[in-house]
């Protein structure tokens, strides 16, 4: 499905447009600045655009095929770009991180994105763009920029949520919650969100690093002031990731390390028990044997002191394990 909306910077005004025939005329007016938004679009819908627009064949074949990894490249008339928007699940019970591509295509005055799932970012993105009247004078940067800072403004509230949950997990290391299975399985899982969203922000850095560095005329230095901010808040995004993956890995290795001790507590306990049974199946075997001379065997009190010997040398080995901190 193709939408667009297009922007006379002179006059301050926006106008819908229907169609890529539509979009292309209203291109051809040097005051216009068209935003082109394509939702799950056919091939011959991307090879279509791609033509209208004069847009690599290259870049047309990569904005078709799904699962790109974020990026930037340059042609000689505009730039792709790959983005992610990330939100997490709403399931209580197994959170996850929900992810879509966003493939952009930038140019002088124009701008297409291409997406294959609902992405409300792009509907505040819209509201920005058509409010902030004052900054239209900046073209085509404006636009990218609302966008950009729109989608890495949207991961600190799931960061902070994995965060907070980081928090939780380490304040249960110490508690009978380590013991349970759910608690590994929600520490691998939490990990694996960590690792997942680094694959993502990792890269992004690198696309910011290059729209702020890279000398080209879509880029003014006052646009790139506004780059640079949000390439800022990419790395705190970054940073955090980094940060936490490492305090996961930690709780992880505690947590394998005290479930360890708590193992080798119960193996001693078992072993102490086991030598005080043993001391008294020691004593039970002698007396058993059935030698006829015996010096106990007929002796009248052999019953009783043979039990009160077993129950006073447990009960000495008792108090030792106890003194050792064995049971």
């Not at 791609?50 to 340059?74: M, N, S, T, Y």
């Not at 409010?131 to 085509?140: A, K, S």
């Not at 230095?221 to 800022?232: C, K, N, P, Q, S």
């Not at 001379?293 to 008792?318: C, D, K, Q, R, T």
Request: proline share 3%.
């Amino acid at each position: 499905m193709l939408t667009a909306l297009r922007c006379n910077a002179q006059e301050h005004c926006f106008q819908r447009v229907t169609s890529l025939d539509e979009a292309r005329e209203a291109l051809a007016q040097q005051e216009t600045v068209l935003w082109l938004d394509l939702f799950q679009p056919s091939q011959e819908e991307l090879r279509r655009v791609g033509a209208a627009f004069h847009l690599h064949p290259l870049a047309v074949e990569d904005a078709g095929h799904k699962h790109q990894r974020p990026k930037i490249e340059e042609y000689e008339h505009f730039f792709f770009l790959v983005f992610y928007t990330l939100r997490a699940t709403a399931a209580p019970d197994s959170p996850g991180l929900q992810v879509c591509e966003l493939d952009l295509f930038l140019g002088e005055r124009f701008l297409i994105t291409v997406h294959d799932e609902h992405i409300p970012e792009l509907e505040e993105v819209e509201q920005r763009w058509t409010r902030n009247v004052h900054q239209l004078e900046g073209g085509v940067v404006v636009l990218l920029y609302s966008l950009l800072d729109t989608i890495v403004d949207q991961y600190f509230p799931v960061l902070d949520a994995m965060v907070e949950q980081a928090e939780t997990l380490e304040d249960q290391l110490f508690s009978g919650a380590l013991r349970q299975r759910s608690f590994t399985q929600e520490l691998l899982a939490l990990k694996k969100r960590f690792l997942k969203l680094r694959r993502i922000v990792g890269p992004e850095r690198d696309v910011l690093n290059v729209l702020t560095n890279r000398d080209n005329p879509l880029f003014n230095e006052h646009a790139l002031l506004y780059f640079r901010d949000v390439y800022d808040h990419i790395m705190r995004v970054a940073d955090t990731v980094d940060l936490y993956r490492d305090q996961l890995s930690s709780t992880m290795d505690a947590n394998l390390s005290i479930v360890s001790n708590d193992l080798n507590k119960t193996m001693r306990t078992l072993t102490a028990a086991s030598i005080i049974l043993m001391v008294d199946a020691l004593l039970a075997g002698i007396w058993g044997m059935n030698f006829e001379h015996m010096p106990e065997l007929h002796w009248i009190y052999g019953y009783p002191a043979a039990l009160a010997a077993m129950g006073g040398i447990s009960l000495l080995l008792l108090w030792i394990f106890r003194r050792l901190h064995w049971l």
